[in-house]
């Protein structure tokens, strides 16, 4: 669960998101990702530095650029957590109403 936050702050960006979205059909280097997002290669680089930190994404050298690939393993468990939190019995609240008076 420690590994949540950092991955929900990195895909809370709408840029890394398409990102994201981008790297799961493809694997880009930074100039086709930004040229494909409309954005400038450092914008780019620093939105990939933040998912890397994440552990969302890895790049692998291919000649003088770097192409970037999505690890599924982090969304799969990422959307593993999500559907547990949705399957959660929704029970009464242990306290009752007298609790909620207290605090009015």
Same mark, same amino acid.
């Given at each position: ?26 694997? &880009?280097?930074?100039? =086709?990702?930004? #040229? %494909?997002?409309?954005?400038?290669? +450092?914008?780019?680089?620093? /939105? *990939?530095?933040? !998912? ?12 003088? &650029?770097?192409?970037? =690939?999505?690890? #599924? %393993?982090?969304?799969?468990?990422? +959307?593993?957590?999500?559907? /547990? *939190?949705?399957? !959660? ?16």
């Amino acid at each position: 669960m420690e590994r949540t936050l950092p991955l929900l702050k990195a895909l809370a960006d709408e840029s890394r998101l398409k990102i994201v979205k981008l790297l799961l059909q493809y694997n &880009y280097c930074v100039g =086709a990702l930004a #040229r %494909e997002l409309q954005l400038t290669d +450092a914008a780019v680089s620093q /939105h *990939l530095k933040v !998912l890397r930190e994440a552990g969302l994404v890895s790049g692998a050298k291919k000649g003088q &650029y770097t192409h970037y =690939a999505v690890d #599924r %393993e982090q969304l799969k468990a990422l +959307a593993t957590q999500f559907t /547990h *939190l949705a399957g !959660l019995a929704k029970e009464e609240c242990p306290h009752g109403e007298e609790r909620c008076k207290e605090k009015e």
